[in-house]
């Protein structure tokens, strides 16, 4: 049931809009359905443009006279040949160096003796006892403290000698008198200072106990005698060094050869006068280019053809 209404869906989806389609082409060997295009006319030809006349040719330029020839330089002299080098003198042979004699064989070294055994050292003594510090003896109490005695009266000030009089001073006008001032109260006299009361007498340290007498200190054992060393063989006696043989006298260098004498150098030949160089043609006079021919009128422009007229279409279209 339900496949049924499934096509029958489609099937009327398919036809509803059946008159909306164009009718398509039959196959290739029948005729389209629809007429062909109309054809386009036919624009005018164009007017075909008048040729350009031809550019005359240039006039040939004149050929430049050729340079005239360099002038060949004289030959160079040939060089002199140099004088052969002298041969040195052969160099005299060496003495043979004669052979040293052979170096004598040392003593054997004696045997080093044994040291004796070290003594052995004695007991260390036990130091005495430290004596015990007597007890220390308690502090006094402190007394009370005095009071101070009263503080004597300084004497008087005595009075400074008279000031000189200074030279007498313009008179100020004068000024109105201060009231007096009242006296002041007398002062109290201060309490008497009590008299300071003597210290108590420090009590005596104990006696230090004497410490006991340090044990002596004993004897070091003596010192063992070390061996006599023994002597050393004699030192045998080197043989005597030969005499070298007497180093024969070294030959005089054989004169040097007097170099020949150089050969003057030849005069370098004159140098020949530079050949003057030919006058220089004078270049033939330019010909005059010919005179430009006459431009030809270009030809009238033939009247563009009248367009055909076109049927105005309208912006509505029918389907």
Do not use: I
């Not at 029958?8 to 398509?24: M, Y």
């Not at 053809?305 to 279409?313: G, I, L, Q, S």
Request: charged share 25%; no cysteine.
């Amino acid at each position: 049931m339900a496949a049924a209404l499934a096509a029958a869906v489609l099937a009327s989806a398919g036809t509803a809009h059946a008159q909306d389609h164009t009718t398509p082409h039959p196959p290739y060997p029948a005729k389209p359905a629809h007429p062909a295009h109309a054809k386009k006319p036919a624009y005018p030809v164009h007017a075909k443009k008048p040729d350009y006349p031809a550019k005359p040719a240039y006039p040939a330029k004149p050929a430049y006279p050729a340079p005239p020839g360099k002038p060949a330089f004289p030959a160079h002299p040939k060089k002199p040949d140099y004088p052969a080098k002298p041969a040195y003198p052969a160099k005299p042979a060496y003495p043979v160096k004669p052979a040293y004699p052979a170096k004598p064989a040392y003593p054997a070294h004696p045997k080093k003796p044994d040291y004796p055994a070290k003594p052995a050292y004695p007991a260390k003594p036990a130091y005495p006892v430290k004596p015990a510090y007597p007890a220390k003896p308690d502090y006094p109490a402190k007394p009370a403290k005095p009071a101070y005695p009263a503080k004597p009266a300084y004497p008087a000030k005595p009075a400074y000698p008279a000031k000189p009089a200074y030279p007498a001073k313009p008179a100020y006008p004068a000024k109105p008198a201060y009231p007096a001032k009242p006296a002041y109260p007398a002062k109290p006299d201060y309490p008497a200072k009590p008299a300071k009361p003597a210290y108590p007498a420090k009590p005596a340290y104990p006696a230090k106990p004497a410490y006991p007498a340090k044990p002596a200190k004993p004897d070091y054992p003596a010192k063992p005698a070390y061996p006599a060393k023994p002597a050393y063989p004699a030192k045998p006696a080197y043989p005597a060094k030969p005499a070298y043989p007497a180093k024969p006298a070294k030959p005089d260098y054989p004169a040097k050869p007097a170099y020949p004498a150089h050969p003057k150098k030849p005069d370098y030949p004159d140098k020949p006068a530079y050949p003057a160089h030919p006058k220089k043609p004078d270049y033939p006079d330019k010909p005059a280019y010919p005179a430009h021919p006459k431009k030809p009128d270009y030809p009238d422009k033939p009247a563009h053809p009248k367009k055909p007229h076109h049927e105005k279409h309208s912006k509505k279209q029918d389907w």
